[in-house]
């Protein structure tokens, strides 16, 4: 891609590291976390209605959203947690599409846009540690909630450390798909070695 | 800035933004591959632990049966009722807190009245992980057992599961008063239900269910066939077909 000199000179094409693909990402990773947001919310007040109702995820003991969405994990802040995806990946979804759209937000947007990831990366890995090793099963539409997440705070985080220039930083950019690659299999692992004893009557 | 210097500038421009991409691309190229690397290595390493696995667990499966046994119904699985001529046999893997458990209690208790002296009824523990108290209930039942009271206990948790099940909470003072209920001996009781043998029993009869491919619970054999009955009309009817045979 061959740039006119007097774009080269300016600052934003050192700075932003992922130009294209970040927007694609908060886009897509967004709406696809709201759908998994959306739908898990659906099937709460389906629960809700009807106590007996299994869930369209429920397909077995291992696999089993129904026995998480009664847990009081499923309601951290008092309300369903899904609400705060629905919210959440929404945000993101307009951001990307915003930016897709030429949008060159000011530094404190990117700042909030930091937080509100962190928060998500946080809680995130606060219900993995419970769904695997305090509640016993995995949902897989909360699973899908976790995947997006992850890249999501990755690159937004990439894209605001890029400001300072250090040699990890550098390093962290250049190998970007390296640390999360990493960060997936160290999850698939924990989920492997916690729940062996069902994949192994798979194989 | 002459016209000729402005060119010149713009040639220089351009040859370091070619430079620039070409830098990009060997770094898109060595990320690609550290990444890839990292990915075949964890699949390596994960194929290496699963061969490793099956051979053991093929080993030992030969191994361990002893003669006259299955992995249906080992020499010291319960059996609630025989059958004299032994033809037809049905095995439950089971798991006292699961709820379709429950609900197909009633069915099989009048089943067993039914075809009494003619199937034989094997109940084998298959505690699921995710529920909190359902190795507890196994190992209650099995505390029960060893003094000869399977059927009265394992009775005894369907009928109150309500009262204990889907509580995140230890329900051994509840397990304790179902025991004493039935007149057994508690200090045998007690020491039952907390030694760790009692475990491993509850432990070997849940591998042969994994080991044959039981998932969920309740899982049916009816002569080693897995059976999926969604009624008592179609527990009988495949019942009936097995010993019409």
Redesign the interface.
């Known amino acids: 891609?061959?740039?006119s000199?007097s774009k080269?000179d300016e600052p934003r094409a050192a700075t932003d590291p992922f130009p294209r693909l970040l927007p694609r990402l908060l886009l897509v990773g967004g709406l696809i976390g709201f759908v998994a947001s959306f739908v898990l919310t659906v099937e709460k007040i389906a629960l809700l209605k009807n106590p007996a109702y299994v869930p369209s995820c429920s397909i077995?003991?291992?696999l089993?959203c129904g026995?998480i969405m009664r847990t009081p994990q499923a309601e951290l802040l008092g309300f369903p947690n899904p609400l705060l995806g629905i919210a959440g990946f929404a945000v993101v979804t307009a951001v990307g599409a915003a930016l897709l759209a030429g949008a060159r937000p000011r530094r404190w947007f990117w700042l909030g846009l930091q937080a509100g990831v962190i928060a998500g990366a946080v809680f995130i890995h606060w219900l993995i540690f419970q769904s695997l090793y305090v509640?016993?099963?995995l949902c897989p539409y909360c699973m899908v909630v976790w995947a997006v997440t992850m890249p999501i705070f990755w690159y937004v985080s990439l894209h605001n450390l890029s400001g300072a220039s250090s040699g990890t930083r550098r390093k962290l950019t250049?190998?970007?798909?390296?640390t999360?690659?990493?960060w997936y299999?160290a999850i698939l692992?924990l989920i492997?070695i916690r729940f062996w004893?069902?994949w192994?009557?798979l194989? | 800035m002459s016209r000729e210097q402005e060119r010149t500038e713009t040639r220089r421009a351009k040859v370091e933004a070619v430079r620039e991409e070409g830098r990009r691309q060997d770094a898109r190229r060595r990320n690609l591959k550290v990444s890839l690397v990292v990915v075949g290595v964890f699949v390596m390493v994960v194929a290496a632990f699963v061969l490793i696995n099956r051979l053991d667990a093929a080993g030992e499966q030969a191994g361990q049966l002893a003669a006259g046994e299955t992995q249906f119904v080992r020499k010291d699985s319960h059996k609630l009722q025989t059958a004299p001529d032994g033809k037809v046999t049905l095995v439950e893997f089971l798991d006292f807190e699961c709820e379709a458990c429950k609900a197909y209690f009633p069915t099989v208790e009048e089943i067993r009245k039914q075809y009494a002296g003619k199937v034989t009824f094997v109940a084998r523990y298959f505690p699921i992980a995710s529920h909190f108290n359902a190795e507890r209930a196994a190992r209650a039942v099995e505390a029960a057992a060893q003094q000869g009271k399977f059927e009265p206990m394992y009775q005894q948790m369907y009928e109150t599961q309500s009262q204990w099940a889907e509580k995140k909470v230890a329900a051994d003072p509840f397990f304790r008063q179902l025991a004493q209920r039935l007149g057994l001996d508690m200090a045998a009781w007690d020491k039952a239900y907390d030694d760790p043998a009692t475990l491993a029993r509850v432990k070997k009869d849940a591998a042969d269910g994994q080991a044959l491919g039981v998932q969920g619970t309740p899982t049916f054999f009816l002569n080693e066939k897995k059976i999926e009955p969604r009624s008592s009309d179609e527990f009988k009817a495949a019942i009936d077909a097995a010993l019409a045979k």
């Open positions: 891609m061959l740039r000199p080269l077995n003991p291992v089993s026995s509640i016993g099963a250049e190998y970007h798909t390296v999360l690659t990493v299999l692992t492997g004893s069902y192994s009557s194989l």
